[in-house]
């Protein structure tokens, strides 16, 4: 009995980890809208391509920015979309793609470089 009570706390530390990893990966994120750093950006996920996604980012300052996509790939490698520079009033657009192998895009982000 003592073999199964020191075994118990292992499964369920890895049963936690396991459940908080699935549904991360498993669902597409939707569109979102954030502003920061001067930037109003829009995420998008492709329609037809699931494993492509990206940002669309307009400058609101008075100088230029340079940003670059975040792409979360599921259980494949993070990706890092190409770096761009948006002039003020300007919208660009950062994107990246998913290696074949993964879960799905669980998250977009964007870094001001």
Sequence with gaps: ???????????VAALAALATALPAAAAPAPAARAVRSGLDCTTWIHNNDPLYGG????????GPITFHADIVCGWAPDVTGNSVTAWPGQTQESSGH????????????WTVE
């Design 1 to 11: 009995m003592k073999h199964r009570t020191a075994v118990l706390p292992v499964v």
């Design 55 to 62: 940002v669309d980012c307009t400058n609101n300052t008075g």
């Design 98 to 109: 998913c290696a074949f192998y993964s879960t799905g895009i669980g998250h977009i982000g």
